[in-house]
């Protein structure tokens, strides 16, 4: 998959040149020409926070051309990594992690996964506190069809798509239709961003 950093700082695109010329990247700095090449196939984006200036509005227009952002912040933390990946990112991480880390980033990114520093990872374990009053839940989940909340409540279980297809009796292929409905009427676009829906 095709990689464009876009990046004004000088020193950061030095850093890129050296750290990814084993990959297949260019470097952007003006975003028409990251939009134009966003549209054209799909790509890895790698891209710093400041870059955006805090207008989140630039990163959901990238991820509805189906880009996989990779999003770095000086100082990442957790509110604004939560509010990144309802957007749709696929990597949070610091600017500055070690090159084997970025590394190990773009190949999770590229492989489909989503890859989040690992202190965002500790917080979220440590906030998800799921509500235990089944109306509670229902209330949230009204929303969906009776299929879908048995599906969307044994995802908040955190069972697997193979767990979920055992226990309920229909394929995996169908838990995955489902949870593409469920993400789709919260507004999400992963397990992720649903389960943080629910925490505390």
């Known amino acids: ?3 464009i950093v876009y990046c004004k700082d000088l020193s950061l695109i030095d850093r890129y040149e050296k750290l990814l010329n084993t990959y297949n990247f260019i470097i952007i700095s003006e975003y028409e020409s990251l939009y134009l090449e966003a549209e054209k196939e799909s ?6 926070i400041d870059e955006c200036e805090n207008d989140f509005s630039l990163l959901s227009s990238l991820v509805e051309q189906n880009a996989y952002l990779m999003v770095l912040d000086s100082i990442p933390n957790y509110e ?4 990144l990946i309802f957007l749709g990112i696929r990597c949070y991480g610091n600017l500055m992690m070690d090159d084997i880390h970025l590394k190990e980033a773009i190949n999770s990114v590229s492989d489909g996964n989503i890859w989040l520093y690992p202190e965002f990872i500790n917080e979220t374990v440590q906030r998800m506190r799921y509500e235990t009053n089944p109306n509670a839940i229902d209330e949230k989940l009204k929303l969906l069809s009776n299929r879908e909340k048995e599906v969307a409540i044994l995802v908040l279980k955190k069972l697997s798509y193979l767990e ?3 226990q309920l009796n229909i394929t995996i ?3 995955k239709a489902h949870t593409k409905s469920i993400y789709e009427k919260f507004n999400v676009s992963n397990r992720l961003a649903f389960l943080l829906l629910f925490n505390r």
């Open 1 to 3: 998959m095709k990689i």
């Open 43 to 48: 790509v890895i984006i790698i891209m710093n």
């Open 80 to 83: 604004v990594g939560k509010q």
């Open 164 to 166: 979920i297809s055992e």
């Open 173 to 175: 292929r169908t838990v």
